[in-house]
């Protein structure tokens, strides 16, 4: 079975960088998007970002927007998660998913973590001074 695994978390200061890589473990499935997720504690898990495997086309919610970037390398079978300008609210572990279909916008599959499969374990990313 598909399991993906996500990596790259850690401690960094208000403003600074982090780059997270999720990575599948096990045999491949053809899915379609992958999607990067957080949740804070007491929280409801959340989306941030989502890449089509085909194309490339992304996703991003509205707080990301401009400090996140999501990028693919399909020789390394590796999706990433580049995080600038962070922020202490972006603290939660962050998780990434696999949507295996219909195929449809990376918005709208996105938009439904529900459909999202194979969930890693989760990287925790602690934004503090």
């Known amino acids: 079975q598909l399991q993906l695994v996500e990596s790259g978390g850690g401690l960094a200061q208000p403003g600074g960088s982090l780059r997270l890589s999720c990575a599948p473990s096990?045999?491949?499935?053809?899915?379609?998007?992958i999607g990067w997720f957080r949740q804070a504690p007491g929280q409801e898990r959340e989306r941030v970002s989502c890449?089509?495997?085909?194309?490339?086309?992304?996703y991003y919610t509205d707080s990301v927007k401009g400090r996140f970037t999501i990028s693919r390398d399909n020789a390394k079978n590796t999706v990433y998660l580049q995080m600038n300008r962070l922020k202490p609210e972006d603290t939660a572990e962050y998780y990434c998913a696999a949507h295996y279909g219909p195929l449809t916008t990376v918005q709208a599959m996105c938009n439904l973590t529900a459909d999202f499969a194979s969930w890693g374990r989760g990287t925790q990313v602690t934004v503090s001074a």
């Open positions: 890449i089509s495997i085909s194309d490339s086309s992304t």
């Open positions: 096990g045999f491949t499935l053809p899915y379609y998007v």
